[in-house]
């Protein structure tokens, strides 16, 4: 998986596909933010994400979402 050309989950074998989900700690390092605010936006309903059993996870596709509607705002203001 990557946005815009740069890995942003390492993969021990190229040979796997692209996960579907990503822990909070994944989604910070996409978005290059901490664990902290990666939680707070979570919090916020800024960033999606979803409980799968007891653990938070975010689609991988989430980051992505919430950087073009971040840029959306920013374009319109």
């Known amino acids: 998986m990557s946005i815009a050309g740069v890995d942003t989950v390492p993969s021990v074998a190229h040979n ?3 996960p579907v989900l990503l ?3 994944e989604a910070a390092v996409c978005l290059r ?5 990666c939680f707070s936006l979570i ?3 800024q960033l999606e994400s979803l409980m799968v059993g007891g653990l938070r996870r975010v689609p991988a596709d989430a980051p992505a979402a919430y950087l073009a509607r971040r840029r959306a705002e920013q374009g319109a203001a």
């Open 33 to 37: 933010i901490g664990r902290t605010t």
């Open 16 to 18: 796997l596909p692209a």
């Open 23 to 25: 822990t909070v700690e």
């Open 43 to 45: 919090r916020t309903g």
